[in-house]
């Protein structure tokens, strides 16, 4: 979920890149474990087991603590378990509610791993069950660990899975950096033909190296962007570290209306990380 995001026009050019984006999977989600290809090996992981109310592990999570974040979203972000904690049954639930607090009238939390995990190239893959309503705004993706030296979109973003509530069979893949972003972001998105991404948990993925970064979901491959492909300076070969969040409201969504119920909760079963095998 990029920095500083002004995305009317971007759902609609979202809309009408490539005709890959009519790839689905069918109605039936995804079935549990989901193992990587050979060619990669495992280097981090959460299964997020433990017991209800407890906070994820800090050893490999920060959270990120205010609002706006440059995008016009409405929560306040905490680290509050109300907001982030494991729910009991091997999955963390991230939790947007509406409550008045700290001058803003929702809470959410946004997870970080920066300072604590801070990889190089890789496959990175969670397995989520997403919220639903109007205004809602989960997302995993990957921000470069030189943020606050050369700011965005220069230290470069991989938004591995951004979805907007109120569309809930689409989900995009995207990448910004320097001449490429906001609006004029490379996107493709992909539609889940027959379901929606807040009934069933899905996987997704992307796998990033030195020539090329690729979208996964379920393991459908349905975007691929080379390093030759953008029209400026290619930002990818430093560290990234891992971001989990709901958002509410923001420019790209809009704000939440009257049908929006909640709280609503993105479940997030595991989060893996794998180097390619030399």
Same mark, same amino acid.
């Given at each position: 979920?990029?920095?500083?995001?002004?995305?009317?026009?971007? #759902?609609?050019?979202?809309?009408?890149?490539?005709?890959?984006?009519?790839?689905?999977?069918?109605?039936?989600?995804?079935?549990?474990?989901?193992?990587?290809?050979?060619?990669?090996?495992?280097?981090?992981?959460?299964?997020?087991?433990?017991?209800?109310?407890?906070?994820?592990?800090?050893?490999?999570?920060?959270?990120?603590?205010?609002?706006?974040?440059?995008?016009?979203?409405?929560?306040?972000?905490?680290?509050?378990?109300?907001?982030?904690?494991?729910?009991?049954?091997?999955? #963390?639930?991230?939790?947007?509610?509406?409550?008045?607090?700290?001058?803003?009238?929702?809470?959410?939390?946004?997870?970080?791993?920066?300072?604590?995990?801070?990889?190089?190239?890789?496959?990175?893959?969670?397995?989520?069950?997403?919220?639903? +309503?109007?205004?809602?705004?989960?997302?995993?993706? #990957?921000?470069?660990?030189?943020?606050?030296?050369?700011?965005?979109?220069?230290?470069?973003?991989?938004?591995?899975?951004?979805? #907007? +509530?109120?569309?809930?069979?689409?989900?995009? +893949?995207?990448?910004?950096?320097?001449?490429?972003?906001?609006?004029?972001?490379?996107?493709?998105?992909?539609?889940?033909?027959?379901?929606?991404?807040?009934?069933?948990?899905?996987?997704?993925?992307?796998?990033?190296?030195?020539?090329?970064?690729?979208?996964?979901?379920?393991?459908?491959?349905?975007?691929?962007?080379?390093?030759?492909?953008?029209?400026?300076?290619?930002?990818?070969?430093?560290?990234?570290?891992?971001?989990?969040?709901?958002?509410?409201?923001?420019?790209?969504?809009?704000?939440?209306?009257?049908?929006?119920?909640?709280?609503?909760?993105?479940?997030?079963?595991?989060?893996?990380?794998?180097?390619?095998?030399?």
């Amino acid at each position: 979920m990029s920095w500083t995001r002004f995305l009317v026009s971007f #759902l609609l050019s979202g809309v009408a890149l490539l005709p890959l984006a009519a790839l689905g999977i069918g109605a039936c989600g995804d079935s549990g474990g989901g193992e990587a290809p050979a060619e990669w090996i495992p280097v981090w992981e959460d299964e997020f087991e433990g017991p209800a109310g407890q906070l994820p592990d800090p050893g490999k999570w920060g959270f990120d603590i205010g609002t706006d974040w440059g995008n016009g979203q409405l929560e306040y972000d905490t680290d509050r378990a109300e907001n982030a904690s494991l729910d009991g049954n091997g999955n #963390l639930a991230i939790t947007a509610r509406e409550e008045s607090y700290q001058g803003r009238n929702y809470t959410s939390a946004r997870m970080t791993t920066e300072n604590k995990f801070e990889p190089t190239y890789g496959r990175f893959e969670a397995r989520i069950k997403l919220p639903v +309503g109007k205004g809602i705004w989960p997302a995993f993706w #990957l921000l470069g660990a030189d943020f606050d030296a050369v700011g965005w979109p220069q230290t470069g973003e991989i938004d591995v899975m951004e979805y #907007l +509530g109120q569309r809930p069979q689409e989900v995009h +893949g995207t990448i910004h950096g320097p001449g490429y972003s906001a609006s004029n972001a490379i996107s493709r998105m992909y539609i889940l033909e027959g379901s929606r991404f807040d009934l069933d948990f899905h996987r997704f993925a992307v796998e990033w190296d030195q020539s090329q970064i690729r979208w996964f979901v379920d393991d459908s491959l349905y975007h691929a962007v080379d390093r030759t492909d953008v029209p400026g300076e290619w930002v990818f070969d430093h560290p990234f570290y891992l971001i989990l969040n709901v958002a509410v409201g923001g420019a790209w969504p809009g704000p939440p209306d009257a049908s929006t119920r909640f709280p609503q909760t993105m479940l997030v079963d595991w989060v893996r990380v794998y180097r390619k095998a030399q």
